[in-house]
């Protein structure tokens, strides 16, 4: 089944969805699709005024141009996917990932879709990221 | 190759990474990120004491220490982030503040939206880039030799014809054509000052048509106005070392300019509301059927308290007065409130964003409308300079700088 | 156009592989495909089915002490190159989980032993009128 990852650029949550046999939607994926895309220049990773228009859809004109982005290219992904895993509190999270008040919004966003829902955070010692694994284990073995 | 390291959040995602990236090459720059390791960024965070909870802000903070410590070499700063991100204001803001205290690596810094376009970020990248390179051209003090400078400005365009340091020549009118109207400034301030336009040893032009004109008239001096009108503005006000603050309302948008020895180490630039500019004073001129030459006395008659505005919009802010002229209040008080609202805005929107230091320099069109200075007292709390022939800067400027090619 | 997939191979800091033994591995399979040692592991690039491959041989090399992801760009885009512009903010994210990956091999050597998620622990944080009792001890 298809998984959205938050961050959805995480290595951890991309490899242990692929580990345990789902197919993990990530922001890689969307960026290859744009920078393989000759035709439009709006480099480094192609996104146009006009996606940021789509952005509109999730949220108003007042909010930051940044926002409207990132959701506009994350809602390629989210409205296919089949489940979500949100993981809060990654210590570092940049780049797409990087604008707080978007993740607040993407997750909000996520849980109002009625998909199966993992939430974890983020692991602060050894024992709470063993929990972790063998949660997203857990939760990925279910999805039939 | 100039290296300009960017500090920002949200611009890939808002589609302008690639705006700012051509802005600066095409003059000359380059973006580059500092490199910063993650372990380093929560001591960073720390060591500032501004916590913000987006990550990408964090690693701006990182980043910034970094460069200031030197651990990066990058020979000037871009600091940005989204248009309407209070967090990202704050954090764009501090550390410009930071960077200048600590460092003396100019800094420009912008808020964008998804309809940045490279054009308007030119104007930022070309004074960013003219700080670096020209660093010593910039330094002159004094015009030499027979020269001109021509400011093609939104609004107006100017020219002034220099010999040894004093003003011989001058001639404004309103912008046309482009090369049309500066061929005929020039002339005009050519035969004021009595010589034949084939004497003139160097022309150096500024503002917005400074490329078409410079081309076309084979200029010595092509360079955007932040440098150029800093130059002019300590010229004519005579205050050349030290600091000062450089306040130019032009007929379109606004600078603030800060400056220390005549050189601009940082500026903020209006241009997307009408309210913050000449045109504002031009629509409530004919509004209230004066010239726009009258207003200012007009407006040193009234008392802007008197009138009620709920807006500085070119549009909503005119409706008010309108409708206050309706209600009995006087043409003066109304005139004086038009003014104090430019003062206004020009004060929440530029004057905030920069360090502003005494004495400041009152220039551009709207500097001639008396009752604009007075607003910007008003609105300052002290007087401002507002030198001979203000509205004259840019083309001083370019007289003075273009001077310094004739030597050596 | 071909279809190509481009992956990290991330190399946990508890292993004791080195980049160049990954990429000597990798060259090792003999496949059709693009190899870029890196510092943190190495760079694949490849059409897809190859290269899922490549990661399944990958994290067999050294069990769960190796992890991937896809990356957008392909390998040596200018647009995404360190040596062009500085790091990318993206970077300081893998460096980041880079950095934790001993944690994620603890936590899937418990699936290999069939563990099970164990009993969510209490809320730590001190009930109110503990804190109330706690307060006056130390102010008393």
């Known amino acids: 089944m298809k998984v959205f990852i938050v961050p959805p650029n995480s290595l951890i949550l991309f490899d242990l969805v692929e580990r345990f046999g789902h197919e993990p939607l990530s922001t890689m994926q969307l960026i290859q699709e744009m920078v393989d895309n000759l035709e439009i220049d709006s480099p480094p990773l192609n996104v146009t005024p006009d996606d940021v228009k789509r952005g509109l859809k999730y949220a108003g004109i007042e909010v930051p141009s940044g926002i409207r982005g990132r959701l506009a290219v994350w809602s390629e992904l989210f409205e296919q996917a089949d489940a979500t895993i949100i993981m809060e509190d990654a210590p570092y999270a940049f780049g797409c990932v990087g604008c707080h008040r978007t993740n607040l919004i993407l997750n909000y966003l996520l849980r109002q879709r009625g998909m199966p829902l993992l939430e974890l955070r983020y692991p602060l010692d050894d024992e709470e990221a063993m929990t972790m694994v063998l949660q997203v284990k857990g939760f990925l073995g279910g999805l039939k | ?408 | 156009m071909i279809e190509r997939e481009t992956r990290l191979l991330v190399i946990s800091p508890t292993s004791d592989i080195t980049p160049d033994q990954l990429t000597r591995f990798l060259h090792a399979m003999d496949l059709p495909i693009t190899i870029k040692e890196t510092c943190y592991g190495a760079m694949v690039e490849g059409d897809p089915d190859t290269i899922h491959r490549v990661v399944d041989g990958a994290r067999a090399l050294d069990h769960n002490k190796i992890f991937s992801k896809r990356r957008g760009y392909p390998i040596g885009d200018t647009r995404r190159c360190r040596a062009h512009h500085g790091s990318r903010p993206g970077f300081t994210q893998l460096e980041a989980e880079w950095h934790d990956l001993g944690r994620i091999e603890l936590g899937l050597d418990c699936c290999d032993r069939g563990e099970s998620v164990p009993e969510p622990t209490v809320d730590h944080r001190v009930p109110i009128n503990r804190l109330r009792e706690i307060i006056k001890e130390v102010t008393e």
């Open chain 2, 1 to 408: 190759m100039i290296k300009i390291a960017e500090l920002s959040c949200g611009t890939e995602y808002s589609g302008v990474q690639g705006e700012i990236e051509a802005a600066a090459s095409t003059v000359g720059g380059k973006m580059v990120y500092p490199d910063i390791e993650a372990e380093d960024i929560d001591n960073a965070v720390e060591e500032f004491g501004f916590n913000p909870v987006s990550p990408q802000l964090r690693l701006m903070i990182a980043r910034a220490i970094h460069l200031v410590e030197g651990h990066y070499d990058a020979d000037a700063v871009f600091i940005s982030s989204c248009f309407r991100c209070a967090e990202g204001a704050l954090v764009r803001n501090e550390i410009r503040r930071y960077i200048q205290l600590h460092s003396r690596i100019p800094v420009v810094t912008y808020s964008f939206t998804e309809r940045t376009k490279a054009s308007q970020l030119l104007t930022r990248m070309e004074a960013l880039v003219t700080i670096v390179e020209r660093k010593e051209l910039l330094a002159r003090e004094r015009q030499v030799g027979l020269t001109a400078g021509i400011d093609s400005g939104s609004a107006t365009t100017k020219c002034v014809v220099m010999r040894d340091n004093e003003i011989i020549g001058k001639f404004w009118t309103p912008t046309g054509a482009v090369i049309d109207t500066a061929e005929y400034v020039f002339n005009e301030a050519c035969k004021e000052a009595g010589i034949k336009t084939s004497q003139l040893e160097a022309v150096g032009v500024t503002g917005y048509g400074r490329f078409t004109i410079g081309k076309k008239m084979n200029a010595k001096l092509i360079q955007e106005e932040l440098t150029v009108n800093s130059k002019g503005a300590v010229w004519l006000a005579d205050r050349q070392k030290g600091d000062a603050t450089i306040i130019d309302i032009g007929g379109m948008d606004n600078k603030a300019i800060t400056v220390h020895d005549g050189i601009p180490d940082n500026f903020t630039m209006g241009g997307i509301c009408a309210g913050a500019s000449g045109r504002f004073l031009e629509i409530v001129s004919k509004r209230l059927k004066v010239d726009i030459t009258e207003l200012g006395q007009l407006a040193d008659r009234g008392d802007y308290r008197k009138v009620k505005m709920n807006s500085y919009c070119s549009v909503f802010g005119i409706q008010d007065l309108v409708t206050t002229l309706a209600e009995g209040k006087t043409m003066e008080d109304v005139a004086a409130a038009a003014c104090h609202s430019v003062a206004e805005q020009v004060y929440e929107q530029q004057l905030q964003e920069i360090d502003v230091r005494q004495p400041v320099i009152q220039v551009g069109g709207t500097s001639l409308i008396s009752g604009m200075v007075t607003a910007i007292k008003d609105v300052l709390g002290y007087e401002p300079i507002v030198p001979p022939h203000s509205q004259y800067i840019g083309a001083v400027g370019g007289a003075l700088l273009s001077s310094g090619f004739l030597e050596g």
